[in-house]
């Protein structure tokens, strides 16, 4: 039986994600516009190998991957193609020995996608957001066989946020991160709480993805970024490096994107094709995030207690580890500025090896305000 009790112990099953394939785009008449998404497709891939390649040879891990439909027309809904299955982070998770799949979209990012479109209604653009996301949890299938094969409980929840992007499992405690900074955070315990009577259950006011704010990398330490408050209370003794926010507005590699693309993503070269940049806000709007505020140095994937992997170097980072005796892996991710995720993000842990600890004897009854 697959479980995960922390995050830290040693990872022997993982999911990486998947994209399309290069021919996917064959339906793009323009051809430079379709080679340079082929090319897209294929680096997204080669990096996929890179990432697989370090699991499987170096640790051991047995990784599985999401399958694509035969027919990849069930994937395009009224003329949108629905993103591939690029981060299954988003979108189920292993709370011990039960892996938890949310049946409705995540709201955060549904609200950030209503909110750059002017096409649709609210009632049109969430009846379309439900269609795929329904869709895409068809890519996920084998994976949710795979578990239940093992003798775990695949549970649907009408709860967005169980999963892994906005938990944190640490044994006895979990750590639920918050849709938006203003949200009544009492609500939202009182949910988790139904779902979870038999742990710990804490808020962490991440205003979003918590893996995209927070990260518990071991016992003992926290990376985060600044605009999170204390943890003094919730983690009491633990070293905290907080990283500065994202400068994405303020570099130059980053001008044209910010101008065309209002900073929702980027790739070398796209932003100054016009054509190409209404391509993707027609077909692909769903497939990006808001990149400008991402920082992917806190989207860490933990292999064990003693190794982590990154998809670049930072030196916060890399020298704290160094403090606890963690080695830093880099693999690179060369279109996480297009798909809006990091290393985290891309991958998922179904089986961990170990059982239920408790690391905070002292945590007090309050959540993080």
Request: hydrophobic residues 35%; proline residues 5%; charged residues 20%.
């Amino acid at each position: 039986m697959y479980s995960v009790f922390q995050h830290w112990d040693p990872l022997k099953v993982c999911v990486v994600g998947r994209t399309y394939d290069p021919e996917f785009y064959s339906w793009i008449q323009n051809t430079n516009m379709r080679q340079r998404f082929q090319r897209l497709a294929e680096e997204t891939e080669q990096d996929y190998q890179g990432l697989i390649n370090l699991l499987q040879k170096k640790f051991g891990v047995q990784v599985v991957r999401p399958q694509l439909p035969e027919d990849l027309s069930v994937l395009k809904l009224n003329d949108r193609w629905i993103q591939p299955p690029v981060t299954p982070r988003d979108y189920y998770l292993m709370v011990h020995d039960q892996l938890w799949v949310p049946t409705v979209p995540n709201r955060s990012h549904a609200n950030h996608v209503f909110n750059s479109q002017t096409t649709l209604d609210r009632q049109e653009f969430d009846c379309r957001d439900q269609q795929q996301h329904t869709a895409k949890l068809t890519c996920y299938q084998n994976i949710f066989d795979l578990v239940r094969q093992q003798g775990n409980q695949v549970r649907p929840t009408e709860l967005d946020v169980v999963s892994g992007c906005f938990v944190s499992r640490i044994g006895r405690d979990l750590f639920f991160a918050t849709q938006s900074y203003d949200e009544d955070q009492s609500v939202l315990k009182n949910k988790v709480d139904q779902l979870f009577p038999n742990t710990r259950n804490r808020i962490v006011n991440a205003g979003g993805h918590g893996d995209a704010t927070y990260c518990p990398v071991a016992p003992g330490l926290i990376i985060s970024l600044r605009d999170i408050p204390t943890y003094a209370d919730t983690f009491p003794d633990w070293e905290v490096v907080y990283l500065p926010p994202s400068n994405y507005a303020h570099m130059r590699e980053f001008e044209g994107s910010m101008k065309s693309t209002k900073g929702k993503w980027h790739m070398p070269d796209f932003e100054y094709d016009q054509h190409l940049v209404n391509m993707v806000e027609y077909y692909f709007d769903t497939w990006v995030g808001q990149v400008s505020e991402t920082v992917f140095d806190v989207n860490i994937l933990i292999v064990d207690n003693k190794n982590i992997v990154v998809s670049a170097h930072n030196d916060q980072v890399e020298s704290a580890c160094a403090r606890h005796g963690i080695d830093v892996h880099v693999v690179p991710f060369r279109h996480k500025y297009f798909w809006d995720c990091g290393i985290h993000c891309v991958t998922n842990d179904l089986h961990r090896e170990g059982t239920m600890q408790t690391f905070l004897e002292k945590i007090p009854v309050l959540e993080i305000t």
